[in-house]
């Protein structure tokens, strides 16, 4: 029989107060009040509603977690109203009622008293959930994870502190499989791209991206480990939080809004989201330069052809269900936070509660002779990237800029045209981000692939002919046939709206906030890579890192501000590029790095490279090394800080453990053909590949031809990343 659990979990405002799933504490103040703020309904008192917690997946198994042994039925509802509130009627900005507390997705909520709060049906039949043992409870150690599969779509099962959980298994984000992220305190990191999910409620707690996972139930019995799961469920194997609905009345018609935000980026749409998961139900206006709904922007450059309804984050419906209104095609020109109000380009006047700044960037152009002919881009749009894959196809392409964009498009289109040229100022690709053993790795991986460098050089004229580009001329005197030219050397802070505003920019155009992602004027926030802000890990330094997740989590932590919960800004840093099919993996903020200890091997593109500035280990960057940099990431979340020595110590033994293994399959592989290579029908493998079952922990068993595998690369990758994994620990790491 199946434990049932409602009432009154994690209940914020509750006499004694309460611990969110998330973490975070909810310790009342007293009968019904809450921290005071001002502006509209965003942190007015609250009378107390506890009521039933809504069931995560699979109605009557709502709270998911481990359980050992039934538990009896709980059904409590907690009306708690002070005497002083009774027939009180509080107004916010628009009119409407105040809202009053709900708890949903772990945190405190704020919802209107009109709003109809819906919950699945809490006792599916048996037909819609599937359920199946899939382990034995010693077939997994704490710290430990598992794919199982339950018919309908597999699960991802987690063993913690003695507890077992069970979650989706790919990451919501681009589809990693969790099961080789990486568990580190309740919570499990993707291996691509950093994203952090809570494993007892399956809640986005790190980005990048939207959704969370799904929980599924978990029970023991006969010393057997059951899961229970939705079949929808694991079939999309993504969950949107609960959200509030708009219902202001003044809703798309009117001059004035309770929250605003400029910019439809990624952090634009966070704090948008997260007002909403937080219960917020006043109007929200999103306000963008672009023509489209917010998009996923660093697939331009890495996916040229996709069309805007492929790179959607979210689709029309979602902004509708939600009321979060988008003005698409829409300029400000004015910020008047003494009015709080913006004026756009048409003259459209727009008042508002609070406020995020949000603009992002725009791209530097050359400066040049010819720099006005035709076929020369910034890649902004998905209009500016699709029309330059049409243009370069079976023509000649060049690209100026050897950082992240610029060889993104130049791998991208080295499939499409006749020749792609990169054009840089530096010496080798990448060297101030990843440093000149690195880059020059990477520029050979180019070259390898028909990409031809002009290095330490920069663009003189743009020739045309009828007006369109025809050749591409440099200081080094060298003349470069081009049909199409994208550029991609740099961009600068969007804000020139707000140089006449109170709003402090410094001397770059960038908008300097605290660690709440607030400016210098109340209630004005910012977030994305306009801001610079405190790096708490690396001594609240001011920095600007102009990261998608980064964006993310600060858009988060300015819409958790606008409520008054007091969030600070605390994610590590973490980005990646794709090129070639190679995947390159960075986390921490290596900017102003004196050394770069390497593990594993450059040629072959397997490798880990540690930044360090002194004694610290402040960037890690790797290929083909996963989970490498998302272990690296969660120790540095941790407040865990790496020493140089102790990179430099894992390298030193990593090298006398990959040449002593090395040595010794080796030598085992040539015994193994001198015994063998006279029996009649053998026939000896080739020197130089080595059975992949000879590796550390595989079993002993003679290989079919095809798991042998090239020896000296394959072997220093995977062994160095098999003591690499053996050492770091969220403690640091560790040498023996």
């Known amino acids: 029989m199946w434990p049932v659990t409602f009432g009154c979990h994690y209940l914020s405002n509750c006499p004694g107060g309460s611990s969110s799933p998330d973490g975070s504490s909810s310790i009342s103040k007293g009968h019904g009040e809450s921290s005071p703020t001002s502006g509209g309904t965003l942190g007015l008192p609250q009378p107390t509603i506890c009521v039933p917690a809504p069931p995560i997946s699979c109605g009557p198994f709502a709270m998911g977690g481990c359980f050992s042994k039934p538990k009896p039925v709980e059904l409590k509802i907690e009306v708690v109203l002070p005497e002083k509130e009774r027939g009180k009627e509080e107004l916010s900005a628009s009119g409407k ?3 009053r507390a709900y708890q949903g997705n772990g945190t405190a909520r704020h919802f209107h008293a009109e709003e109809r709060l819906t919950a699945p049906h809490p006792y599916p039949g048996p037909q819609d959930c599937v359920e199946a043992a899939v382990c034995h409870v010693k077939d997994l150690e704490n710290g430990q994870m598992r794919e199982v599969e339950l018919g309908w779509g597999k699960v991802l099962l987690v063993k913690d502190n003695g507890e077992f959980h069970a ?33 007892s409620t399956g809640d986005l707690e790190d980005f990048p991206g939207l959704d969370s996972l799904h929980k599924f139930q978990v029970k023991i019995e006969k010393e057997k480990v059951y899961v229970r799961a939705s079949k929808q469920a694991l079939q999309l194997q993504r969950r949107t939080k609960v959200m509030a609905k708009c219902i202001s009345t003044s809703a798309g018609h009117s001059s004035s809004t309770n929250v605003l935000i400029v910019g439809a980026g990624a952090a634009g749409l966070v704090c948008a989201e997260t007002l909403r998961q937080e219960g917020f139900s ?38 509708r269900a939600y009321g979060i209104e988008v003005l698409t095609e829409a300029q400000v020109v004015t910020v008047d936070v003494r009015n709080k109000k913006v004026v756009f380009k048409d003259g459209f006047k727009l008042e508002y509660s609070k406020l995020l700044l949000a603009p992002g960037s725009s791209p530097k152009t050359l400066s040049c002779k010819g720099k006005e002919v035709e076929n020369v881009f910034t890649i902004r749009t998905p209009e500016d990237a699709n029309r330059v894959v049409r243009l370069a196809r079976g023509r000649n392409a060049v690209v100026v800029g050897a950082g992240f964009l610029g060889m993104e498009v130049a791998a991208y289109l080295t499939e499409k045209a006749h020749s792609v040229s990169v054009v840089e100022l530096e010496e080798t690709p990448f060297r101030r981000f990843l440093g000149e053993r690195v880059g020059r790795a990477l520029m050979k991986m180019f070259e390898n692939n028909r990409v031809k460098f002009y290095m330490q050089t920069e663009v003189s004229e743009l020739r045309a002919q009828e007006g369109k580009l025809k050749e591409v001329v440099l200081k080094s005197s060298k003349v470069v046939r081009a049909d199409v ?30 660690k709440m992602m607030q400016t210098n004027v109340p209630g004005v926030f910012a977030a994305g890579d306009a801001v610079t802000f405190p790096l708490a890990w690396r001594n609240n330094r001011k920095v600007n890192i102009p990261h998608w997740q980064m964006a993310h989590a600060q858009g988060r932590v300015a819409a958790q501000n ?3 919960q007091e969030a600070e800004i605390s994610t590590v840093p973490y980005l990646w590029t794709a090129m070639f099919g190679k995947s390159l993996r960075y986390a921490g903020y290596g900017e102003g790095f004196d050394d770069v200890i390497i593990q594993g091997d450059l040629e072959e593109l397997k490798f880990v490279a540690f930044y360090t500035k002194g004694d610290e280990v402040i960037a890690v960057a790797s290929m083909n090394y996963d989970p490498i940099v998302s272990k690296v990431a969660e120790v540095l979340a941790s407040g865990r800080a790496i020493r140089k020595r102790e990179a430099v110590c894992a390298a030193q033994q990593d090298r006398r453990h990959v040449l002593a293994h090395r040595e010794r399959i080796l030598s085992s592989h040539a015994a193994d053909l001198g015994r063998h290579a006279w029996a009649p029908g053998t026939e000896a493998k080739p020197w130089g590949q080595v059975p992949t079952s000879n590796f550390p922990g595989s079993p002993r068993a003679e290989p079919e031809p095809s798991q042998c595998l090239p020896s000296i690369a394959w072997l220093t990758s995977r062994e160095a990343s098999y003591f690499l994994q053996e050492t770091l620990t969220p403690q640091g790491l560790s040498c023996h």
Not at 190 to 197: D, E, K, T, Y
Not at 295 to 310: G, M, N
Not at 488 to 499: D, K, Q, S, W, Y
Request: proline content about 9%; glycine content about 10%; overall charge positive.
């Open 282 to 319: 006043d109007r929200i206006v999103l306000c963008t330069l672009d023509r489209h709904l917010p998009y996923d922007r660093p697939k331009l450059s890495k996916s040229l052809d996709a069309q805007p309804e492929q790179l959607a984050l979210r689709p029309k419906e979602f902004f």
């Open 167 to 199: 979650l989706g298994h790919k990451c919501p984000h681009y589809g990693a499989p969790l099961v080789k992220g990486v568990l580190s305190r309740g919570r499990v990191r993707c291996p691509w791209h950093g994203a952090c999910f809570n494993i």
């Open 485 to 514: 030219c994208v550029v991609g050397i740099g961009a600068v802070p969007a804000t020139g709206f707000l140089r006449q505003s109170s709003v402090n920019l410094d001397s770059r155009g960038f908008i300097p906030v605290n």
């Open 97 to 99: 009622g105040s809202p």
């Open 562 to 564: 606008m409520l008054a």
